[in-house]
């Protein structure tokens, strides 16, 4: 988790013309989502390089508006209102997506995806629908496990192996088809093939006669990935060294358009 100090942010809120209390109160939320979103203000202090009485006065302002919320134990946990503007934020970023997706299908010819890791689970945000009368649906703002989607493998991949053991342990592994990994040990070597290749593939592992190759997106404001899924027939191992390509180019260029509009920032 990278460190910060008073002096910074007051360095940054001069030459940007910033509210250094609005900073100061952002980088704490994001400090708390990055340690699972639970934290103390010793944890909080030693990670912001803040005094303890500048993060209490920020934690109270936050809690008193249901950003966040004081557990029993005196820790500071995220708080329900963030979910409204969390959900409202994917919903935008799925949008701002769906062009790269278009061109996605226009290029591959099969149906593309967007996904984000919320939590211990993959939301899809977005879709554009090949246009095959044999294609692939899946309802946007559908909640799967991380472990038998392509989607879910190329967002852990960039995950450690210990916090992926943790989210499985929490999750569970149940098997979705006859080809879905179910044990922590032969999902971490398919992350490393992940790794390896830059690209993940879900072959027949959520549903029978479907395979699906998914990229995670750079760079991008919270962890996100794209993917293309068709019939396993028309998605080949001939087919998927050409969509491949095609896919990293998107994830990049979408990136790339995110982080010159701030979104990534």
């Known amino acids: 988790m990278p460190t910060s100090s008073a002096s910074d942010s007051t360095a940054k809120s001069a030459a ?3 509210v ?27 990670n912001s390089g803040l005094p303890l009485p500048t993060i209490h006065r920020l934690m109270r302002t936050l809690v008193a508006c249901g950003y966040v919320r004081q557990q029993p134990n005196r820790r500071y946990a995220l ?19 769906r062009p790269y997706l278009a061109r996605l299908v226009e290029e591959t010819g099969e149906t593309a995806n967007m996904a984000l890791l919320d939590g211990d689970e993959v939301v899809y945000v977005a879709q554009v629908p090949s246009k095959h009368s044999m294609r692939m649906f899946t309802e946007v703002g559908r909640r799967v496990l991380p472990h038998s989607t392509g989607v879910g493998k190329a967002l852990l991949a960039g995950v450690a192996d210990d ?24 999902f971490l070597a ?10 993940a593939v879900d072959d ?62």
């Open 16 to 18: 940007g013309g910033g």
């Open 20 to 46: 250094q209390s609005l900073e100061r109160a952002f980088d704490l939320l994001e400090r708390m989502a990055d340690a699972g979103g639970e934290v103390g203000l010793s944890e909080l202090s030693a």
């Open 79 to 97: 708080g329900p209102r963030l979910i409204r503007l969390g959900e409202s934020a994917s919903r935008l970023l799925g949008t701002w997506a």
């Open 163 to 186: 916090e992926v053991r943790a989210l499985l342990a929490r999750t569970g592994m149940p098997a979705a088809t006859e080809k879905t990994i179910t044990t922590p040990d032969a």
């Open 190 to 199: 398919a992350l490393e093939d992940v790794r390896r290749a830059g690209y």
């Open 204 to 265: 027949n592992e959520q549903e029978i006669g479907v395979r699906c190759l998914a990229v995670s997106v750079p760079g991008s404001p919270t962890a996100a990935a794209i993917s293309i899924s068709g019939p396993a027939g028309r998605v080949t191992d001939a087919a998927t060294e050409k969509i491949v390509p095609v896919l990293q180019q998107v994830a990049a260029d979408l990136s790339e358009a995110l982080a010159s509009s701030g979104a990534g920032a």
